[in-house]
């Protein structure tokens, strides 16, 4: 689904290190989230956003923050990386009228060494 | 919180047979069970879905039953095919949330 892309796809990146995942749509959506996969955990909630300037936590927020810059843009941050901050990140979208299903971009995968 | 818990972890059957993964969850509020499926290398897509108001949903070869009162709810995939092969999530949520707690994910694999 080209609607919801992803930068970068892949980082590898230091302990100690900030870095920024973007996360941009063209979809129109105004719900955006962040999830990280974590192989035999599923998919995580890290922040969510409901419109621009409404940001909430989700079940893992420690370590990370996020900006809502625009309604078709959403990044995520990890402050100071650190390893187990190590998986595959997803930003998904989804409508105020479809509310319910959530559209994922091709997902970052990060390596924190 | 919403708690799911998705079972088996892992799923390996011979294609053309039949496969089941099914889901439980704890908040009896919730009233939206998505499925999604995620191939290989890919990101996860909406399959199926069932609202708390409706028992069953069939799209082809695949289905969805629900038991509200003892809270789980479960995938049927019929006629196996090898294209079926990937990692499977439920989801839960309930309107007022509007946050989808997934379950861990099941690995299917399809035998040729």
């Known amino acids: 689904d080209a609607d919801v892309t992803q930068t970068p796809r892949n980082r590898i990146t230091k302990t100690g290190k900030r870095i920024m995942l973007e996360c941009s749509q063209t979809?129109?959506?105004?719900?955006m989230y962040w999830y990280r996969q974590d192989p035999g955990l599923g998919l995580r909630l890290i922040y969510y956003?409901?419109?621009?300037?409404?940001?909430n936590k989700g079940e893992i927020s420690d370590g990370y923050s996020v900006s809502r810059q625009a309604q078709a843009k959403f990044s995520l941050s990890l402050e100071s990386a650190i390893p187990n901050q190590t998986a595959l990140y997803f930003c998904?979208?989804?409508?105020?009228?479809?509310?319910?299903?959530?559209?994922f971009g091709p997902g970052t995968r990060l390596l924190v060494l | 919180g919403e708690n799911v818990e998705q079972h088996p972890s892992t799923l390996s059957v011979q294609e053309g047979d039949s496969a089941v993964i099914k889901c439980t969850y704890s908040d009896s509020a919730s009233n939206y069970f998505p499925w999604y499926k995620q191939e290989l290398g890919k990101r996860p897509q909406l399959i199926i879905d069932?609202?708390?108001?409706?028992g069953e949903k069939k799209d082809q070869r695949i289905a969805v039953t629900l038991n509200k009162t003892a809270k789980h709810f479960s995938l049927h995939i019929t006629e196996t095919q090898p294209e079926d092969s990937a990692v499977y999530f439920c989801a839960v949520t309930n309107f007022g949330n509007e946050k989808l707690t997934f379950g861990t994910g099941t690995r299917l694999t399809i035998i040729p």
């Open positions: 956003s409901f419109d621009v300037k409404d940001i």
């Open positions: 998904a979208t989804s409508d105020r009228q479809g509310r319910e299903t959530q559209y």
């Open positions: 979809k129109g959506h105004d719900r």
């Open positions: 069932i609202r708390s108001n409706v």
